[in-house]
């Protein structure tokens, strides 16, 4: 008797675990929200591979390392004047005004500017007292 209970509580239980991972089964045919999926990094580059990167990985890393642009962030207005510095100063060349609204666009979508990136400053009370000052000189 003892053992048939035993056996009857181990089968409710397997039954039950099995009747769990049906019901999640049943959800896995569901598409994941698109917002969800990452992009891929490209282990050459390190650029997101979404949208228009192959354009920007042609254009932003004939001078310098990819790893330049990836670790900057910025808005499309910020990563215009970036272009624009480049263009004025280090010889980048001009764009068609379509190549370089999509290169700005991959840019500020996958490199925006980011709050968490930096922390907040130190309150002025919670810092050392600073050993160049001449403030107590009169
Ligand atoms: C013609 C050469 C050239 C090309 C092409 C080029 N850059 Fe640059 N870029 C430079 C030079 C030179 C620097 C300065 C490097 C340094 O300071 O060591 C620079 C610096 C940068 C920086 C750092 C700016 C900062 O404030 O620290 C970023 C970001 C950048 N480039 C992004 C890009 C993007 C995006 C593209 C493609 C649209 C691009 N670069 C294409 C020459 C180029």
Redesign the pocket.
């Given at each position: 008797m003892r053992l048939a209970l035993t056996t009857s509580l181990i089968l409710a239980l397997v039954l039950a675990a099995c009747t769990k991972e049906q019901a999640t089964d049943a959800t896995a045919g569901v598409p994941e929200p698109a917002v969800a999926a990452e992009a891929a990094i490209d282990p050459v580059t390190g650029f997101k591979m979404t949208g228009d990167w192959e354009l920007?990985r042609g254009?932003?890393t004939?001078?310098?390392s990819a790893k330049?642009?990836t670790q900057?962030r910025g808005t499309a207005q910020q990563?215009l004047t970036?272009?624009r510095w480049?263009q004025k100063t280090?010889?980048?060349?001009q764009f068609d005004p379509g190549t370089e609204e999509r290169?700005i666009a991959y840019?500020a979508e996958n490199y925006p500017p980011d709050a968490a990136r930096r922390r907040a400053a130190i309150p002025p009370n919670l810092m050392p007292a600073n050993p160049y000052s001449t403030a107590s000189l009169d």
């Open positions: 920007v254009n932003c004939g001078c310098h330049l642009v900057q990563w970036m272009i480049m280090q010889n980048l060349w290169i840019l």
